[in-house]
C-alpha cells in the first residue's frame, strides 16, 4: 500500500483570459514529477478556486495569469484563504509575471512565483522545496 | 479527513470507526463507463437534477495514477465546476494510487465520511477498466452504465463483465448516428443475461448530457431503483454485502501492514530474503514458510 504522502495540487485560470496551454503542460510535468494535480478548467471565479481547493485539500494553488490582472487577483485571493483557513495552503503564481511584480506578490504572501520561460525543473524543485 | 485517508494517516482509522454508526442512509451510485463516452459530463447534469429535488450531493471522481510517476491529472471536476460553490454539492477527486480494481479502499473511507456528513446522495465516478466493475458493485446501490453510439468496443467492454451489475445503461451522445441500434443491442444483452438475483428490469435510457436531454429520465430511474430495492428488502441484503467485501479489504491491508512492519524489523526475514537472493530458497517456498510460521490459526475459536 502506497503511504507517501504526495503533493496535492490545484492549477486554476482565474477570470477572462482563455490561454491554458500553459497551465495544461505544467499540470502534465508536475503529474511526471509524481504530483496529483487537479485541473479546474477555464474561468475560474475565486469562490470557485476556494471551494475546489478545500474541497480537494490541496497543498498548494497554482495560478496562471497571463491577463495582467496577477496583483489584484493575488491579493484578494489570499485574503479569502485567509478567510476560509486555508492557512497551509500554498498559493503560486504563473504566466505573464513582469519581474518588477515579483517582489510585491511575495509580500502579499504569495509562496513562488514562476514567469514564462521558468523551466520545469525549477517549478518542481521550488515547489518541492515548500514541503521539505 | 479525506486527506487523512488517502495518506493512510494513522488517526485516520479511529476517526472512521467514530463516523461508521452514522453511516448508513446515503443512496449511493456508481456511474461507469470507458473513458469519453461523457461520465463526467452526465454527472454534472446528474447533480443539477438530484438538486432540484434539494439533496445534498456528492461527487467522488476516482481517475487512475500514472505507473510510471504516480502523479495523476484529475480532471472530471472541470465538468462540473459549475457546481462548485453551492455548498449542497461536494466534489472530491481521488487519485487511484496504483491500487488494483480501480476502487481504491480510500474511496470506500470516503463513501463513509461523506454519508456520515448528511449527504444523501453519493456519486462515485470510476474508469470502467478490467475490475473496477466489480468493485464498485461493493460499493455502490445502483451502478449505472455510460456508453455513446458508434462504441462497438464500448458494448464489448460492457459485455465482458459488468452486464449483470449494470441497474442503468445509459447510452450518452445519442444526438449521434447508431443510437438507437446501441441502445437495441443493450436490450438484447439484457434480455440475455442470465436472470439477475432480483426482478429489477434493467433500463436502457438514451441521453445528450452535455445539453441535459434525457438527464431527468436517468435521475428518476435511479431513484426509482432505490424505492424498488427499499419496497423488496434488499437494501438490508446490500448493506450486508456491503460490510462484508469492507471487511475482507480491511482485513487484507490490516494484515500486510503489520506484516511489512514485522519483516522491516524482522531478523529471520532479512535472513530469507537473503536467501533468496542466494538462490538457496525460491520465493515461493519462502512466502510458504514464512506464512505458515507467522500466521497461525487455532480451530475452535
Known amino acids: 500500500m502506497e503511504t507517501k504522502n504526495k503533493i496535492r495540487v490545484l492549477i486554476a485560470k482565474p477570470g477572462l483570459d482563455g490561454h491554458d496551454k500553459g497551465a495544461k503542460i505544467v499540470a502534465l510535468a508536475l503529474r511526471d514529477a509524481g504530483m496529483e494535480v487537479i485541473y479546474s478548467g477555464l474561468h475560474q471565479t475565486l469562490e470557485q478556486i476556494i471551494q475546489t481547493a478545500t474541497q480537494e485539500s490541496v497543498d ?5 495569469i497571463m491577463s495582467g490582472a496577477h496583483l489584484p487577483i493575488s491579493e484578494k485571493l489570499i485574503a479569502m484563504m485567509k478567510e476560509q483557513g486555508l492557512d497551509n495552503v500554498n498559493l503560486t503564481v504563473g504566466g505573464v509575471i513582469p519581474f518588477q ?26 515547489m518541492n522545496k515548500l514541503f521539505e | 479527513m479525506i486527506r487523512l485517508i488517502e495518506d493512510n ?6 476517526k472512521l470507526k467514530l463516523l461508521y454508526p452514522h453511516a448508513s442512509n446515503a443512496f449511493i451510485i456508481g456511474i461507469t463507463g470507458s473513458p469519453g463516452v461523457g461520465k463526467s459530463t452526465l454527472i454534472d447534469a ?6 432540484e429535488l434539494d439533496k445534498k450531493v456528492a461527487i467522488l471522481a476516482v481517475d487512475p495514477s500514472s505507473p510510471f510517476s504516480g502523479g495523476a491529472i484529475l480532471g472530471d471536476r472541470i465538468r462540473m465546476q459549475r457546481h462548485a460553490t453551492d455548498e449542497k454539492v461536494f466534489i472530491r477527486s481521488m487519485a487511484s494510487r496504483g491500487q488494483k480494481g480501480g476502487l481504491s479502499r480510500a474511496t470506500k473511507d ?6 456520515a456528513m448528511g449527504y444523501e446522495i453519493i456519486i462515485i465516478e470510476t474508469v470502467g477498466a478490467g475490475q473496477a466493475e466489480f468493485d464498485i458493485a461493493n ?15 464500448g458494448i464489448q467492454a460492457v459485455k465482458a463483465g459488468i452486464l449483470e451489475t449494470g441497474d442503468i445503461f445509459i447510452v450518452n451522445k445519442s444526438d449521434k448516428l447508431d443510437a438507437d441500434a446501441s441502445v437495441h443491442q443493450l436490450n438484447m444483452m439484457i434480455e440475455m443475461r442470465k436472470s439477475s438475483k432480483t426482478n429489477w428490469k434493467a433500463q436502457v435510457l438514451k441521453t ?24 423488496n428488502n ?44 542466494s538462490g538457496s530458497m525460491d520465493p515461493l517456498s519462502a512466502a510458504e514458510f514464512l506464512v505458515n510460521k507467522l500466521i497461525v490459526f487455532k480451530n475452535n475459536e
Not at chain 2, 9 to 14: G, H, I, R
Not at chain 2, 110 to 115: D, G, K, P, T, W
Not at chain 2, 139 to 153: E, F, L, R, Y
Open chain 1, 101 to 126: 511584480d515579483i517582489p510585491k506578490l511575495k509580500e502579499m504572501g504569495v509562496a513562488e512565483v514562476f514567469p514564462g520561460g521558468t523551466s520545469f525543473k525549477d517549478i518542481i524543485t521550488s
Open chain 2, 110 to 115: 470516503a463513501v463513509v465520511v461523506f454519508s
Open chain 2, 46 to 51: 446528474l447533480i443539477t437534477q438530484f438538486r
Open chain 2, 9 to 14: 494517516d494513522p488517526t485516520s482509522f479511529e
Open chain 1, 60 to 64: 498548494v494553488i497554482g495560478l496562471s
Open chain 2, 234 to 277: 434488499l437494501i438490508d441484503q446490500k448493506r450486508n454485502a456491503m460490510e462484508k467485501s469492507y471487511f475482507n479489504s480491511l482485513l487484507k491491508d490490516l494484515i500486510l501492514e503489520k506484516l511489512f512492519l514485522y519483516m522491516k524489523n524482522s531478523e529471520a526475514c532479512k535472513k530469507i530474503e537473503k536467501e533468496i537472493q
Open chain 2, 139 to 153: 460499493i455502490a446501490h445502483s451502478i449505472g452504465i455510460v456508453t455513446s453510439p458508434g462504441a462497438g468496443d
Open chain 2, 208 to 231: 445528450i448530457a452535455q445539453n441535459g436531454t434525457g438527464v431527468k429520465e436517468v435521475a428518476d430511474a435511479f431513484l426509482s431503483h432505490f424505492d424498488f430495492m427499499k419496497n
